[in-house]
């Protein structure tokens, strides 16, 4: 399989992948199975890959960028009472931060700094919050 020989992150190429599907289609439900659908394999091939940081690496990529081909777009705009152009600047800018923030505050698990061992290693989202050890 060509991404198992490729040399970059299974996470970083779920949420890659999770990204171009939603900038391609405008639907975070497509972006999201799509990209697992294309990662599935590796997750059950590689047991070093967390099967818990793909669903947030695939998830977090697929908020990516919201646009006109989604009717979140469109919800936003008319519940705000928006223009177009308002809705850009507001809500596609939001979620793009959004997307951001995930994929940044997981950057020690995509460097493989932090173990693929969830029951070893609780990776924290949010900024300043420490890390918490599973008590099994």
């Not at 793909?54 to 928006?82: C, P, Q, R």
Request: hydrophobic content about 50%.
């Amino acid at each position: 399989m060509w991404a198992t020989h490729a040399n970059i992150s299974p996470l970083l190429l779920g949420w890659g992948i999770a990204a171009l599907a939603r900038i391609a289609t405008g639907s975070a439900t497509v972006a999201t199975i799509t990209a697992t659908g294309l990662v599935a394999q590796i997750v059950e091939r590689d047991p070093t890959v967390s099967r818990e940081l793909m669903v947030l690496a695939t998830g977090s990529g697929s908020l990516i960028l919201s646009h006109v081909n989604d009717a979140g777009f469109w919800l936003v705009k008319e519940y705000f009472g928006l223009t177009v152009v308002e809705t850009f600047k507001s809500w596609t800018a939001t979620v793009a931060t959004i997307t951001a923030a995930g994929r940044a505050n997981r950057e020690a698990p995509f460097n493989g700094a932090c173990p693929y061992n969830p029951s070893a290693c609780f990776t924290y989202l949010g900024a300043g919050l420490p890390k918490a050890r599973i008590v099994s």
